[in-house]
């Protein structure tokens, strides 16, 4: 009889764990699995988009940004308050795709 507040109380902080673990943000569109994907176009589109992007979030304000293209998104990294977060971006519409 007194081991089930203790299985109860085991179980409550197991969940409130996973609760708490980060997880991939991501709208179900542009990913594969948890991997974003981005179908690119020209070297030159992306570069123009790179700029747009940055001066859109205000990179050039926040120490430590960068963008770069990966798996054909744009790939933007940021620290802000001590946090570091990663952003993939659409570089045709510059929508968020996915956040970590």
Not at 4 to 16: E, S
Not at 59 to 77: A, E, F, M, R, Y
Request: with cysteine.
């Amino acid at each position: 009889m007194t081991k089930l507040p203790f299985i109860a109380a085991t179980a409550l902080v197991a969940a409130a764990g996973f609760a708490a673990a980060p997880a991939l943000a991501a709208p179900s569109t542009g990913t594969v699995g948890t991997v974003p994907y981005c179908s690119s176009g020209s070297a030159s589109t992306i570069d123009a988009q790179k700029d747009s992007l940055s001066s859109e979030l205000r990179l050039d304000t926040k120490p430590g940004s960068n963008i770069s293209v990966w798996n054909g998104c744009l790939k933007v990294i940021s620290t802000e308050d001590g946090q570091t977060t990663t952003a993939f971006y659409d570089p045709d519409t510059l929508q968020l795709i996915a956040e970590m």
